[in-house]
């Protein structure tokens, strides 16, 4: 079963990464747990993980005008996971791109 969904890509993560280059984030599934989320970072991309910090979070709000008025619902939650490689590898997100 894929665990991670997709690599975190923002200005935020960019800035972690700049400062430690060995660190990258992923979303993942909620259901993941460390050893599952190292264990397919370390298939995928052939790199050896240190270290995973995880955590959870919400996905945002959606509200949309229907006919039935105002409807109001949650995204579904998310786990992200900062994975920590060994000094001197690195994950190259982009590739990979057709």
């Not at 993980?49 to 579904?76: C, E, F, I, P």
């Not at 786990?79 to 590739?95: N, P, Q």
Request: charged share 30%; glycine share 6%; aromatic share 10%.
């Amino acid at each position: 079963m894929a665990f991670i969904i997709k690599p975190l890509v923002t200005e935020k993560m960019t800035k972690i990464t700049d400062k430690q280059p060995n660190r990258y984030g992923f979303v993942v599934r909620p259901e993941a747990n460390k050893l599952q989320i190292k264990k397919e970072v370390e298939g995928l991309y052939h790199v050896t993980v240190v270290d995973v910090n995880t955590l959870r979070y919400a996905g945002k709000r959606s509200s949309r005008y229907t006919k039935a008025g105002l409807v109001k619902g949650q995204k579904n939650a998310f786990k992200k996971a900062i994975v920590t490689l060994k000094d001197g590898e690195t994950i190259d997100f982009y590739s990979n791109i057709d």
